[in-house]
């Protein structure tokens, strides 16, 4: 079983700042990319960040140079590091990972609950 737990949403000022955690557990080999997705009422889930084992960091166009994605590969946990926040980055962000589990050859996508972030005017 892997599981992926998010933390750290909640309710900002616009220009104001928080942050998010993603922790990965379970029989876990491999994480080959960690990112974070949102989701806004009536729209279709998007990617913010995603990072790769190495480092490599991909980023949403309207969140660079505000948001920032890190990795901790030893602990299996990803951050997501966000200033500057607008009202619309309101949304429901997901942690999502590609793992590989002790019982598998291939990696699989697995997804965190969600966690609200809301931004006010």
């Known amino acids: 079983q892997v599981q992926l737990v998010e933390s750290g949403g909640g309710l900002v000022q616009a220009g104001g700042s928080l942050t998010l955690s993603c922790a990965a557990s379970g029989s876990i080999i491999s994480i080959k990319r960690m990112g974070w997705y949102c989701q806004a009422p009536g729209n279709q889930r998007r990617l913010v960040a995603r990072?790769?084992?190495?480092?490599?960091?991909d980023y949403l166009d309207s969140v660079k140079g505000r948001f920032t994605i890190s990795r901790d590969n030893a602990n299996n946990t990803a951050t997501l590091q966000m200033n500057s926040l607008k009202p619309e980055d309101t949304a429901v962000y997901y942690c999502n990972a590609a793992i590989r589990r002790t019982t598998s050859f291939f990696f699989d996508d697995y997804w965190g609950q969600g966690t609200q972030v809301t931004v006010s005017s």
């Open positions: 990072i790769t084992k190495d480092g490599d960091t």
